[in-house]
Each structure stands twice: as structure tokens, then as C-alpha cells.
């Protein structure tokens, strides 16, 4: 995330980090979005992640993700970030891993947040 170095320091070093993609905990993850938010950039996707020591852990079998829907070409900018972050925030406030997913249900996810800039959709 070209952001990452924009983020306030507290939220650096929260960061899960691998291969020069950042992940956080839920609280965090959160924050960034709301940073983001007034940065105007928008969140289009979210991969749930587990911070393990080797890189991140994608939970399987299922696969946690989250995609914003397409930007509607008359949709201003604005009007699209705000409504994809609220989504985005929504998403990270309401995750819970499924309920078969035993496996996974007493781990700590982690977020990894795909941000774009009006420029880059």
C-alpha cells in the first residue's frame, strides 16, 4: 500500500508486514481506513490475513476477502471513496470467521488493505 508511509508512525508500527504489504489488527485496521478516508483515498479490497512468523497465513480453506463494487462511470469520486470506506469499515467492524472455521476461530485476524487514489480507478 503506496499510503503505508503517509499513515501516522503509530499505525507503521502496528503493521503486520510482509514482502512490503501491510496488514493490521482489527482497531488498527479501522484507523487506517479512517485515515485514509481523509486522505481521500478508498479501500477497494480486503484479505483477511494471520500474522505467523514465515509471512502471512491466508486461512483456508475458506478464503476471507472483501472487494468494493466497480465504480460507476458518473459516480464522482468522492461520492465512491466515502461509500467503498464505509463498506470497507463495515466489514472489518462485523468479521468474525465462520462459524465451521474452527481452525481459525481463536486467532487474531489481521486486515490487509488494497487503497487506491482517485487517479489509480
Same mark, same amino acid.
Given at each position: $500500500?503506496?499510503?503505508?508511509?503517509?499513515?501516522?508512525?503509530?499505525?507503521?508500527?502496528?503493521?503486520?508486514?510482509?514482502?512490503?504489504?501491510?496488514?493490521?489488527?482489527?482497531?488498527? %485496521?479501522?484507523?487506517?481506513?479512517?485515515?485514509?478516508?481523509? %486522505?481521500?483515498?478508498?479501500?477497494?479490497?480486503?484479505?483477511?490475513?494471520?500474522?505467523?512468523?514465515?509471512?502471512?497465513?491466508?486461512?483456508?480453506?475458506?478464503?476471507?476477502?472483501?472487494?468494493?463494487?466497480?465504480?460507476?462511470?458518473?459516480?464522482?469520486?468522492?461520492?465512491?471513496?466515502?461509500?467503498?470506506?464505509?463498506?470497507?469499515?463495515?466489514?472489518?467492524? %462485523?468479521?468474525?470467521?465462520?462459524?465451521?472455521? $474452527?481452525?481459525?476461530?481463536?486467532?487474531?485476524?489481521?486486515?490487509?488493505?488494497?487503497?487506491?487514489?482517485?487517479?489509480?480507478?
Amino acid at each position: $500500500m503506496r499510503a503505508y508511509w503517509r499513515l501516522p508512525e503509530s499505525l507503521q508500527i502496528a503493521a503486520y508486514s510482509s514482502g512490503g504489504e501491510y496488514a493490521w489488527p482489527r482497531d488498527e %485496521a479501522l484507523l487506517v481506513i479512517q485515515h485514509l478516508r481523509e %486522505a481521500g483515498s478508498a479501500v477497494i479490497g480486503i484479505e483477511v490475513w494471520l500474522a505467523t512468523e514465515l509471512g502471512p497465513t491466508i486461512p483456508a480453506p475458506g478464503i476471507y476477502v472483501w472487494e468494493a463494487p466497480s465504480r460507476h462511470a458518473a459516480e464522482s469520486w468522492s461520492v465512491f471513496a466515502q461509500g467503498v470506506n464505509t463498506r470497507a469499515a463495515d466489514y472489518v467492524r %462485523a468479521f468474525s470467521w465462520h462459524p465451521n472455521d $474452527m481452525k481459525h476461530s481463536g486467532e487474531t485476524p489481521y486486515f490487509n488493505l488494497t487503497g487506491v487514489e482517485e487517479g489509480d480507478c
